[in-house]
């Protein structure tokens, strides 16, 4: 599938996702500023470590707060190491140009993505649940050539709308976290979908008790 986006953290290591802008990316954004492409399309943002840092603990702290949403985003722990391990020098960039140059719909979600997803934290932080998950998942739809992820609320109809761990953790994997690393050869087994199913989305193979329908 086409149309990359890319998570650029610094010179030390890149993110990629062939047709989708992971939800996970979202979470550096608060104070990041908007980059057009030299045609005048939308390209990304742009933003420093230490803003990034900042952007993910406030997001981090909102999600916790929901144990549904944080069996899918408690991985964002993953993001923030990996942000620890750049000088406060380099430069963030969330590079979507090719998947918003795709049409003016794409270019107009890619635009709104990072404010659309703090829309969602405020829901969240207000207690509106479903309203939050409502939201996250059309934006999750609106993100991705694929289908977007479920957001019931429940994790088990989660599973069962994805067709199964198997497949739903390479859903997860492209939605949410993304799937091709590029930085330090002994950080690239944590960048795997067998880590991730592992340390974050264990709940794939023995969802939580309370975990909805």
């Known amino acids: 599938m086409p149309y990359p986006a890319y998570l650029t953290i610094g010179e030390y290591s890149e993110l990629e996702q062939n047709g989708c802008i992971p939800l996970a990316w979202l979470a550096l954004l608060r104070d990041a500023g908007a980059l057009d ?3 005048g399309g939308f390209g990304g943002w742009e933003t420093t470590p230490w803003e990034a840092t900042d952007s993910l ?3 981090i702290n909102v999600l916790q707060s929901d144990p549904y949403l944080w069996e899918y985003f408690s991985i964002l722990s993953l993001l923030l190491d990996e942000l620890q391990q750049v000088p406060t020098e380099e430069t963030i960039q969330l590079n979507v140009s090719e998947f918003a140059a795709l049409d003016a719909a794409h270019e107009a979600a890619a635009r709104a993505a ?3 997803f703090r829309a969602m934290l405020r ?9 939050a998950y409502t939201a996250l998942r059309e934006l999750s739809a609106r993100l991705t050539l694929d289908r977007g992820l479920p957001f019931t609320g429940g994790l088990t109809a989660d599973i069962a709308l994805l067709e199964g761990p198997e ?5 997860l ?3 949410v976290m993304g799937e091709v690393y590029d930085g330090p050869p002994e950080r690239a087994p944590w960048y795997k979908a067998a880590h991730y199913r592992a340390n974050f989305w264990h709940w794939l193979d023995t969802p939580p008790a309370g975990s909805g329908p």
């Open 37 to 39: 492409t030299p045609s």
């Open 57 to 59: 603990d406030r997001v």
């Open 114 to 116: 990072s404010d659309d």
């Open 123 to 131: 829901l969240v932080h207000r207690g509106e649940r479903d309203a």
């Open 167 to 171: 497949t739903a953790l390479q859903e």
């Open 173 to 175: 994997t492209w939605a």
